[in-house]
């Protein structure tokens, strides 16, 4: 599909946010389509997580506009935590959001479909178990389970693995990239993690420690249609121009 | 099993240092006086007991119905919470057994409401500050995911927040049950009873106004046994509905 013919789904242009004058978000300009992958990669505090609440609704604009072309129960959202419910099973937490919002519900259909997701994200043997008979990527499987429920046409994906250690993390960054490669699901995912946003993305938006997008790169540009790896030069070569970006904008990078 | 280990050891170490050191009973009863006292008084003991636990569970009743109401509405509306704020730092920082002899006045034919009223006034506030505090400590993402999907605050206060309050209001109830108990007790001492009912508190100051030391214990013995009951049982029913909800005890029910 060309960019031309993709549908536009959020547009934002000369974006701010100000929280008590101070600025968060500045001059932010991006335009997401259907099936984009994109990754908003910035040191921690620098506003990534704020436009993710931007692009979901859940914030105003202070300054700027912001175009949405898609309702609220098309989209859904991954936090950093898995956020269940302790008192709910795995399936009753992943069926809360579509039985709250919907007028009338074909319950029976909704477990069948419930029941299908669990099954992708290698969850379908837990579905009567509670949050607390479960490790931490399992939490986030069924976190990541909720938000397909919706069957959202867009995931906003808010540093999801972060809390992870990391055989777990790459276990669910590589169901997620499968994910991509069988639907055409669009994602914005924040991180501050290179290579996760390298992975999983085809779009990478690096913000500066002010809250401005200080360049766009796309992950093509660098891996000449060579399907990604956590081994690709390419990943060491963007790492290396992110960080000059980064130390040209005056950030002090440690591990970044 | 350990506690009661302790204290029958204590009572022992007691009684034999009253026998060996010929402690003279109008200052130091041993247990087998105290026993003797309670045994001999019982019909006494047992009405004034009826007295002070009708209003120490009344004054409780009325606590967690008032406190939960309060603490809600305080929650669910600013107004509310503005306006009730004088009188809960006023509940804080006013010795309420000092308002005591004004609700004598204002109740001048019903001594029973004057010290439920009183008791009340001790108990409430720990309800109102758990049930307020309780209702923020629902998962913020949760609250976020709920927004996004339009979900009403009655459908949130229901599903999220009430379940996420419920350990902080039953902790909230433990300890407005121990002071439930504190308030009738030290009510009728400042106000006396003025009726024909009797409390425990007349009996304490009977006994020690009569140098009837052994009878004093025997009273206290009641009121100690009274407030370990309503304490303990009201442990019992936190835990329970903790183990329900699968959440730890003293710890808060967010999100996992």
Known sequence: MTNAAKKTLIHCERLGIQFNGIAVLQDINLTLSQGDRIALLGPSGCGKSTLLNVLAGLLEASSGTVERYLQPAEMSFVFQDASLLPWKTVLQNITMIPELIAEKINSAELYQRAESILLQVGL????????????????????????????????????????????TRERLQDDLRAMHASSSLTTVLVTHNMEEAFLLADRIFVFSH????????????????????????????MRSDVRTLWQTDGLELHNA | MRSLLVVLTFLVLWQVACSVFSIPAWFLP??????????????????????????????FFLAVLFGFFIGLFSYLSRFVKDGVLPFT?????????????????????????ALLVCAWLVCVYPMISSTYAGLGKADNNLKRLFRLYRISPWQSLWHLELPSALPFILNGMRISGGLALVGAVGAEFVAGTGGREL????RLLMAAYNQETPRLFAALCVVSVFGIMIHQLLAVLESYVLRRLRVPTHESASAT
């Open chain 2, 30 to 59: 041993a247990p087998s006086a105290v026993l003797q006292a309670l045994a001999q008084d019982f019909g006494l003991l047992a009405s004034s007991f009826l007295f002070t636990a009708k209003v120490t569970l009344g004054a």
């Open chain 2, 89 to 113: 730092i006023l509940l804080q920082t006013t010795p309420v057994v000092s308002i005591a002899p004004l609700l004598i006045v204002w109740f001048r034919n019903n001594a029973f409401a």
């Open chain 2, 199 to 202: 409390g425990l508190a007349y």
């Open chain 1, 124 to 167: 379908r043997d837990k579905l009567n178990a509670y949050p607390d008979q479960l490790s931490g990527g399992m939490k986030m499987r069924a976190a990541l389970a909720r938000a397909l429920l919706v069957a959202p046409q867009l995931l906003l994906l808010d540093e999801p693995f972060s809390a992870l250690d990391d055989p």
């Open chain 1, 210 to 237: 002010d809250g401005r997008i200080l360049r766009e790169f796309q992950v093509a540009e660098y891996t000449s249609g060579e399907v990604v790896t956590r081994e690709s030069a390419a990943l060491s070569q």
